[in-house]
């Protein structure tokens, strides 16, 4: 999910949150498939990557249950009924158009999203109980607890301090590609331990002032940022996706470290290269 949800603006909701906060500043938005200039070829690599080195990325830990092949006991429906994959068919196309054409629908991403959703269960092609039963308490918890660590160091200005040092260093008239590098680091460890759609919240408000006062355009360091944070998977809380997967499929902690640790290698790499060209 990481890889492939980096390539467009609806891939991951980290992008289309960021992409509202960019208006705030003045900054033109990405465009839908404007990631994926970097994301595709990381994508590419560490894929290829994935197939020849799997026996060394990854644990041969199969565990058979019996009864759960169809995901028995959990309420959800793979398949669904026809009547509730066209509603969610229909649902998620008109989603995407709304983001694409959002200066004419008049709606941000979130509010799109929302209205959508209610028209999926409006239009029965969701059922609540199923919804709840596929919740998972861990997930929640651990995004309530990062959501208010992250809110106290913004609002607190913790966050600033702690990055102040970082900019001082950098100067006045910093290359654009040291500072990409920087900022795609800070990202990619920040994420190991905060997950990537509050580290994009939490740098976001902190890079573009300083962009903005250096004249450089804020447009290329926070995709490095947004890159940052997808290319990072080495430890469950990185992404939601990880820790949502990991009691299911049977994964432990340091299961994450190798193949996070490719990912993010030659995530370096490519943005470090890519983004000065394409957006400076």
């Known amino acids: ?56 990325l990854f644990p041969n830990r199969y565990v058979e249950e019996p009864g759960n092949s169809d995901v028995e006991g959990t309420g959800i429906t793979i398949k669904g009924t026809p009547r509730e994959r066209w509603v969610v068919g229909i649902c998620y196309v008109l989603f995407i158009l709304a983001i694409m054409f959002k200066s004419q629908v008049g709606m941000v991403e979130c509010a799109s999203g929302m209205f959508l959703c209610a028209m999926m269960w409006l239009f029965k092609g969701i059922k609540m109980e199923k919804l709840l039963a596929a919740i998972k308490p861990a997930f929640l918890l651990q995004s309530a607890c990062i959501l208010g660590l992250v809110s106290i160091l913004v609002s607190s200005g913790a966050a600033k301090i702690l990055i102040n040092p970082v900019l001082a ?39 573009v002032p300083y962009c903005i006062s250096i004249g450089m355009d804020p447009r290329g360091v926070v995709m490095a940022i947004l890159m940052g944070c997808n290319n990072c998977c080495m430890t469950p809380m990185a992404t939601p996706a990880n820790l949502i997967v990991m009691d299911d499929g049977h994964i432990e902690f340091g299961d994450y470290f190798k193949p ?6 030659v995530g370096a790499v490519i943005n470090i290269i890519l983004i000065p060209i394409i957006f400076f």
């Open 260 to 265: 996070g640790l490719v990912m993010f290698l």
């Open 1 to 56: 999910t990481a890889l492939g949800g980096a390539s467009t603006l609806t891939g991951t909701p980290m992008h289309a949150v960021i992409n509202g906060n960019m208006e705030e500043f003045a900054i033109k938005g990405f465009g839908m498939f404007e990631y994926a200039w970097t994301a595709v070829p990381v994508w590419i690599i560490v894929t290829v990557m994935y197939a020849l080195l799997h026996n060394q």
């Open 169 to 207: 260093v950098l100067g006045s008239n910093p290359s654009p590609t040291l500072v990409v590098a920087v900022f795609f680091i800070i990202a990619g460890v920040l994420t190991q331990f905060l997950t990537n759609n509050y580290v994009a919240l939490l740098l976001f408000p902190l890079a």
